[in-house]
């Protein structure tokens, strides 16, 4: 292995970076201020204007997204293959309001009522001080893509919807994204987001009650076959294994499924997820309410034998994926790891990444993490130390030879 790579950065101007982008709102469809910050932030340390740009991505996702990914190329000092460093701009929308300060060797929120917004503007960070640290100290590296993905948060959007082309053919990639610099994490899980929409029709419910074809009624049928099937929750049929849930049970506005008492409810739409680290399985679970939600509407009639309607809708969220111990990604930060001095584990999560999209786009790509803790709710806080860590690691990835 060559000798460790310079590991030195600075921290203060790290720190006070970190906390400039957790102070700039800019949640999931929403990165518009955040991009303009970044692409500020990347002037300033030295990146050229010309090196910095948004694609289109916004304009194939399917929701209103202020912006595309934002994309940097920085030009190598070597002829070592290109490779890509990434995180994800966009916050839950529970970060809005929030108030980051530091607290010793922490940064907190002042906001009691939001998130803070490590997750992601630590990966944000990390990647601009990347830059900063490979202007200032001079130091030799490959040809780099930087790729900061909007509307991660919302469905790994950004990086789903970014021409692979546009990223520059890089040889493997690095994400950030997570707690800790020294959990690699090398495999993902595969999702599916369904909704269901059920039709029936009004009655008055104390007068002609058989008139009317309740949607709950419909939803309640499915959902109690479902789970008496083993499909909901913890999945396990045949040696496979996966999760589902449902998310909302409502109107399509968000409010409740039927508006009175004494009203056969015409109307119900749900949402919900299925998940697994089989790409198959996951869509025999999708497939397993579908079949669910037809038989139950089939069972709920009106007085003249009329049944209730459904329409069921499915999208790929992103697919899972499992690098080999031995793929040069995994083999580089690992041995780079060790060589900062920490204790690498490599591990596989049942969260989805931005990092799926891109194994899928051909690119190998690993993720860790740069301190964020507590993430999507009110008590998130950014160790510094992990911060520091996740920081410095990026420095040696870039540049070991």
């Not at 490959?142 to 890089?170: D, N, W, Y």
């Not at 499992?322 to 920490?342: E, F, G, N, T, Y």
């Amino acid at each position: 292995m060559p000798p460790a790579p310079p590991l030195t950065i600075d921290t203060p101007a790290a720190i006070d970076r970190l906390l400039r982008f957790l102070s700039v709102e800019g949640i999931t469809g929403e990165e518009a201020a955040i991009g303009k910050e970044i692409a500020t932030a990347l002037k300033e340390v030295g990146v050229p204007a010309a090196a910095i740009r948004y694609d289109d991505a916004n304009t194939r996702i399917p929701a209103p997204t202020q912006t595309g990914n934002l994309i940097v190329d920085l030009p190598g000092t070597t002829d070592a293959p290109r490779i890509l460093f990434m995180t994800h701009m966009d916050t839950v929308p529970l970060c809005a309001g929030a108030k980051p300060k530091r607290a010793e060797n922490r940064i907190v929120n002042e906001n009691p009522k939001a998130a803070l917004g490590g997750d992601n503007r630590t990966g944000c960070a990390a990647l601009v001080t990347l830059a900063a640290e490979l202007i200032r100290q001079n130091l030799p590296h490959p040809p780099i893509t930087m790729f900061f993905t909007v509307r991660e948060e919302s469905g790994l959007f950004g990086a789903k919807h970014v021409q692979p082309a546009e990223l520059g053919g890089p040889k493997f990639g690095f994400n950030i994204d997570g707690r800790s610099a020294s959990e690699i994490t090398i495999g993902a899980i595969g999702a599916d987001r369904w909704e269901v929409e059920i039709f029936g029709k009004a009655s008055h419910a104390g007068v002609h009650p058989e008139k009317g074809i309740s949607a709950s009624m419909v939803a309640s049928l499915a959902l109690a076959d479902v789970f008496a099937n083993g499909w909901f929750g913890k999945v396990e049929k045949n040696g496979k294994q996966g999760t589902s849930n449902v998310g909302s049970f409502g109107d399509a506005a968000g409010k409740s499924a039927g508006n009175a008492t004494n009203v056969v409810t015409d109307y119900v739409l749900i949402r919900g997820e299925s998940r697994s680290h089989d790409a198959k399985f996951v869509r025999d679970i999708t497939a397993a309410y579908k079949l669910a939600f037809e038989a139950a509407a089939k069972k709920v009639k009106d007085h003249k034998d009329k049944p209730a309607k459904v329409k069921f809708t499915s999208r790929l969220d992103y697919v899972p994926f499992r690098l080999p111990d031995d793929a040069a990604v995994v083999k580089r930060a690992v041995a780079v790891a060790k060589s900062m001095k920490l204790k690498p584990s490599t591990k596989v999560t049942n969260g989805g990444l931005d990092a799926n999209w891109m194994v899928k786009h051909g690119i190998p790509t690993i993720t860790f993490g740069a301190g964020q803790n507590e993430i999507h709710t009110v008590n998130e806080f950014v160790d510094l130390k992990d911060y520091e860590a996740g920081c410095r690691l990026a420095l040696a990835l870039a540049t070991m030879e």
